[in-house]
């Protein structure tokens, strides 16, 4: 079974960037859709955006559209998520995700105000 490994999460003030890396155990990653989910303290696990096996095809939760970016390097096995601007409001553990049933151990991402 593939394994996920997110890497690239911390602590940031508002406004300044990051980029998470989700790096896949098995070639036949891609193949594989491919997410990112969010849980902030005492809120349930959210969407935040996917995208299909070639990149071609992304979906963003709302309040990210616009401002984050997902992407990947399938040569590399590697999902991303390009995170600029951010807010707050981003401050959650982040997850990836892989459309096989497969969930990361998650990225620590604090923004102070």
């Known amino acids: 079974q593939v394994q996920l490994v997110e890497s690239g999460g911390g602590l940031v003030q508002a406004g300044d960037s990051l980029r998470l890396s989700c790096a896949a155990s098995q070639r036949t990653f891609s193949t594989y859709a491919m997410a990112w989910f969010r849980q902030a303290p005492g809120k349930e696990r959210e969407f935040v955006a996917a995208?299909?096996?070639?990149?071609?095809?992304?979906l963003y939760v709302d309040s990210v559209k616009g401002r984050f970016t997902i992407s990947r390097d399938n040569a590399k096995s590697t999902v991303y998520l390009q995170m600029p601007s951010l807010k707050p409001e981003d401050t959650a553990v982040y997850y990836c995700?892989?459309?096989?049933?497969?969930w990361g151990q998650g990225t620590q991402v604090t923004v102070s105000s």
């Open positions: 995208l299909n096996w070639s990149g071609a095809s992304t």
């Open positions: 995700y892989a459309d096989r049933g497969v």
